[in-house]
């Protein structure tokens, strides 16, 4: 089992920043690939961001140049800073972990940006 919380979310202006924060905890050790998922209400989830357990990022396209995906080993901990907001990152935010045929979910955060 891995447990997952998310934190950070709120309400921004166009434009502005804001980082998301996902702490694992439980069966960590078993992770392979953590990620940030979204849902906009009235659409279906999408992927915004996955970090491999050697480092390496897979960006959606609509956010490639404004969000970074990160993970602190030591803290179990990944992040997804997000810059340059615009109205339309307007969704609930999913932290994701994957072991070897299951995958973890987070509760989600809501992150609303205004215009």
């Known amino acids: 089992q891995v447990q997952l919380v998310e934190s950070g979310g709120g309400l921004v202006q166009a434009g502005g920043s804001l980082r998301l924060s996902c702490a694992a905890s439980g069966n960590i050790f078993s992770i392979r690939a953590m990620g940030w998922y979204r849902q906009a209400p009235g659409k279906q989830r999408e992927l915004v961001a996955t970090?491999?357990?050697?480092?390496?990022?897979n960006y959606a396209d609509s956010v490639k140049g404004r969000f970074t995906i990160s993970r602190d080993n030591a803290k179990n901990t990944e992040y997804l800073q997000m810059n340059s907001l615009k109205p339309e990152d307007t969704a609930v935010y999913y932290c994701?972990?994957?072991?070897?045929?299951?995958?973890?979910w987070g509760q989600g955060t809501q992150v609303t940006v205004s215009s």
């Open positions: 994701n972990a994957e072991i070897p045929q299951i995958s973890y």
């Open positions: 970090i491999t357990s050697g480092g390496k990022t």
